[in-house]
């Protein structure tokens, strides 16, 4: 069983981190001014997206839960562990960020530029390649 839920944790982390790469990228877009024909359908693509990945976020949550239930103790004995609850937690708060910036774009209300998105679009694979490297290598002190 403890496999399944793994497997699945992962599958369902591909699929957030999907929405966490191109929610972003589309921002970008839908900031540039010369883009204003397609603001419409962006608002319309940003909220199905949104939503999508916040049901990746919450099933990888979800099946993660179960993977730490299913082994608790090797979990809590480690160091890398509570490392990468501190990074998904900045990745739980960057999604939710990303929400309030759908808004702000639904309302035409955005204030940034596509070049602060471009580089707010690389947060996710900077959290990612830590979450990773904890995860596989298993760092501890």
């Known amino acids: 069983m403890y496999e399944w839920m793994k ?8 699929t957030w981190f999907a929405g966490l790469f191109y929610l972003p990228r589309l921002f970008v877009y839908h900031a540039m001014p010369e883009n204003k024909a397609s603001f419409e359908l962006f608002k319309i693509m940003e909220r199905r997206l949104y939503i999508m990945m916040t049901l990746g976020a919450v099933l990888t949550a979800i099946f993660g839960t179960l993977v730490f239930l299913i082994n608790s103790n090797y ?4 160091f890398w562990f509570p490392a990468k609850l501190v990074l998904v937690s900045t990745l739980i708060a960057y999604h939710i960020w990303c929400r309030q910036l759908v808004i702000a774009f639904r309302e035409e209300k955005n204030q940034h530029s596509h070049r602060w998105y471009r580089y707010f679009n690389e947060a996710p694979s900077l959290l990612l390649i830590g ?7 298993k760092i501890n002190i």
Not at 7 to 14: G, N, T, W
Not at 131 to 137: A, P, Q
């Open 7 to 14: 497997a699945l944790h992962i599958i369902f982390m591909v």
């Open 75 to 78: 979990y809590l004995s480690s």
């Open 131 to 137: 979450i990773v490297i904890l995860v596989v290598v």
